[in-house]
């Protein structure tokens, strides 16, 4: 993998963290860290298990948000420009109502992770619920939500960078 590459998946980081990372990957050792870490994947492979999953962080931390209609895998979404999920907002009239929908997709890439991997997908995504950018305000809502989120989604994008040189760690 180069340089180019890693940097695509940590552009947000310190340059001394990228040449860490690609330290690790070089070394060969991104993997062994990784499953010491999270040894295990979730079990979360159906989209009702997924759906479930989701409404129950939403209905922990955002209750009063907008209701979320659709919760699904999603095999279309590349790991491309950074997304790793997608969230909609779909409005349709029917009659005389404006009819309203939140749908959340999570790329398929994300059925054989750590569950605090795809927590932190979702804590993104359902955050999106309240706050549309990007902002502070937007990652505020996400750390009440998921504590280690920043940390969480480092090391789901390193474990991206490993996926591109290695393959998968956590195959069922």
């Known amino acids: 993998m180069s340089q180019s590459k890693i940097r695509n998946y940590l552009s947000g980081y310190s340059p001394q963290v990228q040449q860490q990372a690609l330290a690790l990957l070089d070394d060969s050792k991104s ?24 409404q129950g962080i939403k209905n922990e931390y955002m209750r009063s948000s907008s209701p979320i209609s659709k919760v699904v895998y999603d ?11 997608l969230h909609t907002h779909v409005s349709r009239v029917q009659g005389a109502k404006l009819k309203a ?3 959340i997709r999570i790329s398929t890439l994300f059925r054989k992770v750590p569950e605090p991997f ?38 789901l994008r390193f ?3 490993h ?9 069922s």
């Not at 999270?38 to 298990?49: F, M």
């Not at 095999?75 to 999920?85: F, R, S």
């Not at 996926?163 to 195959?171: K, S």
């Open 101 to 103: 929908k939140n749908e």
């Open 31 to 54: 993997g062994i860290w990784l499953l010491k870490k999270y040894p295990t994947a979730h079990d979360l492979v159906s989209e009702r298990a997924l759906y479930n999953y989701a």
């Open 118 to 155: 795809l927590r932190m997908i979702l804590v993104h995504e359902l955050a999106h619920l309240r706050e549309k950018e990007h902002d502070k305000s937007f990652y505020k809502l996400c750390c009440y939500m998921e504590p280690e989120y920043h940390q969480l989604e480092f090391e």
């Open 75 to 85: 095999d279309k979404i590349h790991i491309i420009n950074n997304a790793l999920g």
């Open 163 to 171: 996926r591109e040189r290695f393959g998968d760690l956590w195959v």
């Open 159 to 161: 474990y991206l960078c």
